[in-house]
């Protein structure tokens, strides 16, 4: 055998010049690196080739997942099936404890001096100062008060006379006096505007994609097991999110979703529901879907599922059972209590009153006004602020002495004022049960932390104070700016610029930067952290209150750090709670950025609510869902505010 004349492997020779042939002249070197490439064998050359177009390959693929680090997704889609869970790319590095007598944060409330007495210290004049809420409301009721041909003005909370009517959205563009470091120019905003609300959709689309595989048509996605819970079995996650793709401008998403409500969607099962989730969630995202997309399929949907509630207004008290069996007709407390929840059966007001104006039938609007018209009358209140429970058979409070403004109260307080908008703000007792309430609040709730001075709304038990709040309180900071923009006392501005930024500061402090459930602050001179977390409850669940405030904080100030802020938050549900094969889990723990611990779980008001606030804040546009137009359920499917013409309230 003679050895082949042509090598079967690669070689590439770079030799140097031959001695004597030195030239320096551009045209030899091209003419010797030519002749070379023509020396090489076809073999040797197309190997060449491959390897330039590799390489090429390669450097494309790291540019672009480069920029993607860059843009502030993870990287744990390339990561592989058994890993993966939520590993961050960099921890978050907790900032150095404070000092004591440090202002390390920004807009930091003044210091207060705390006394050495045991139980809570005095707050501040600044936020008790603006008297009663009857005083309160005799100049709203002033302000209301309309002369013929007068326009109707108070007092806002930027401190000009306001058009109530026309209520203004936002500051217009150079109002904003602040001095934020979130301030920029117009250029840089629109950039950051489309990059940001694109990263939502981008978040949107995963949480779909994970849905649409694993658990379509399911109530809820169990990412990480890739399957799915069932809580109601009506489709849950796919109805709540039906106006977050409508508002996200997700057409195919939302055409997939419309067709399975008309073929597969059926109320007419032997279920047992629960009143409240299913009039927010269900009802109300089918309300607010017929109204954004005007298609009567949505609405003859919420008209079934409205009537097939309405068994749970049979009681003895005509205070709403929790449960109900849209397929029987029947409808029950808690097997373990003839209790119904405050919050739960307060907070179905707006959709049954839309329900009612839409149909033109009386009855819905009728039942739920008779809930408000008893809790409005009840004894058992402290300054306007309601226990947690109510009993369906004697209609009274029960478990008195706890007053809360997070779970099982927090809706209660939000749909007065709402419930006052959506009329119109005609309907005077909810504004002064708002009025009073948030006075309610100041007077018995309000406390300041140490070292920091964070505002912050605790609790009350029997007399005594618990510097106890829960992530759910964060919808307050928004629902104050809303009364305020809608001529309510400035101080409620005042008041929700603090909480909103307790708010954050119940993100920024935790190492994965995501609040937990519940926080307790510190009160004690000497403490070296405001913001303490019990193991038990350090969860998140993707919840959307602070974002939901965030959202109505900068449409009333257009103050750009309520943007950043939220920005900073995406980035961390990103970083911490996205599950690769799709979708979005709650965690388990907030403080351990190594391993929050994924619960497996993807709440529907992830996409119902927490995604589509992300989307709104950083849209610039005041029309997109106007708050004068439009008041959002406590589930943020958005309904119409009655036009002045409209059949007025019962
Ligand atoms: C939602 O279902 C509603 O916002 C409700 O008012 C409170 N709980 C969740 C979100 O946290």
Redesign the pocket.
């Given at each position: 055998m003679h050895a082949p004349s042509r090598p079967d492997y690669v070689s590439i020779h770079f030799t140097g010049q031959q001695p004597g042939s030195y030239n320096n002249g551009k045209q030899w070197r091209r003419q010797s690196y030519w002749r070379k490439w023509k020396q090489l064998s076809r073999l040797q050359r197309s190997l060449f080739l491959f390897m330039l177009v590799l390489l090429f390959i390669c450097g494309l693929a790291s540019y672009s997942s480069v920029t993607k680090q860059l843009r502030g997704f993870t990287v744990r889609e390339q990561e592989t099936e058994s890993n993966i869970l939520l590993k961050p790319i960099k921890p978050h590095v907790l900032p150095e404890p404070v000092k004591q007598g440090q202002d390390p944060l920004a807009e930091q409330p003044s210091q207060r001096k705390l006394s050495n007495k045991r139980g809570p210290p005095v707050l501040p004049n600044r936020l008790q100062k603006k008297g009663n809420a009857s005083n309160i409301l005799s100049e709203v009721k002033a302000a209301d008060i309309k002369k013929e041909g007068e326009e109707e003005r108070v007092i806002s909370w930027r401190g000009a006379v306001i058009d109530t009517v026309q209520a203004t959205e936002g500051a217009k563009d150079g109002e904003n006096k602040e001095d934020s470091p979130g301030n920029r120019n117009i250029n840089q905003s629109k950039v950051l505007e489309t990059e940001r609300m694109e990263a939502v959709r981008e978040s949107f689309r995963h949480a779909w994609k994970g849905y649409k595989e694993y658990a379509w048509g399911h109530d809820e996605l169990r990412p990480v097991s890739r399957s799915y819970s069932e809580w109601f079995g009506l489709g849950l996650t796919l109805i709540d999110a039906l106006d977050t793709m409508w508002i996200l401008e997700l057409k195919q998403e939302f055409e997939e979703a419309r067709e399975w409500v008309a073929s597969e969607l059926t109320f007419n099962k032997n279920v047992d529901v629960n009143l409240f989730?299913t009039t927010?969630?269900i009802l109300g995202g089918l309300l607010s879907t017929y109204h954004l997309t005007g298609d009567n399929l949505f609405l003859d949907k919420a008209k079934d599922v409205g009537s097939r509630l309405m068994p749970a207004f049979n009681t003895q008290s005509k205070i709403p059972y929790s449960d109900v069996n849209i397929g029987k007709g029947t409808a029950h407390p808690p097997r373990w209590t003839s209790d119904s929840t405050v919050?739960e059966v307060t907070?179905i007001q707006l959709e049954f009153r839309e329900l009612s104006r839409l149909t033109q039938d009386p009855q819905y609007q009728a039942a739920v006004a008779e809930v408000m018209n008893q809790v409005h009358k009840l004894e058992g209140k402290l300054d306007g602020l309601v226990p947690m429970f109510i009993n369906t058979n004697s209609g009274q409070f029960t478990h008195q002495g706890i007053y809360t403004l997070g779970a099982r109260a927090?809706?209660y307080y939000e749909y007065l004022l709402k419930q006052w908008i959506q009329g119109g703000k005609k309907e005077n007792q909810f504004l002064e049960d708002y009025l009073q309430a948030i006075e309610g609040v100041k007077k018995n709730l309000l406390q300041k932390s140490s070292p920091n001075g964070l505002v912050f709304v605790g609790e009350l038990s029997h007399g005594q104070f618990s510097p106890k709040m829960d992530h759910?309180v964060c919808?307050l900071p928004g629902t104050l700016a809303l009364g305020a923009h809608n001529g309510l006392p400035a101080d409620h501005m005042d008041l929700a610029k603090e909480l909103m930024h307790t708010c954050y500061q119940m993100y920024v402090q935790m190492e994965t930067g995501l609040s937990p459930e519940i926080v307790h602050f510190n009160m004690h001179q000497g403490s070296v952290r405001d913001i303490e977390v019990k193991p038990a409850d350090r969860h998140n669940?993707l919840?959307?209150?602070t974002v939901e405030s965030l959202f109505y904080l900068y449409r009333f100030t257009k103050d750009r750090k309520y943007q950043d802020w939220g920005w900073k938050i995406l980035q961390n549900f990103n970083k911490y709670t996205k599950v690769s094969s799709g979708g979005y889990t709650s965690i388990n723990n907030v403080c351990d950025p190594d391993y929050p611990s994924p619960r497996d779980k993807m709440?529907s008001?992830f996409l119902g609510?927490t995604l589509k606030y992300f989307y709104l804040l950083f849209s610039e546009d005041a029309d997109l869902i106007s708050l004068d137009k439009y008041v959002f359920n406590?589930?943020?499917h958005p309904l119409p505010i009655w036009p002045p013409a409209e059949p007025q309230p019962l």
């Open positions: 989730e927010i969630r919050a907070s927090d809706s759910l919808f669940l919840r959307p209150e709440e008001f609510e406590t589930e943020a």
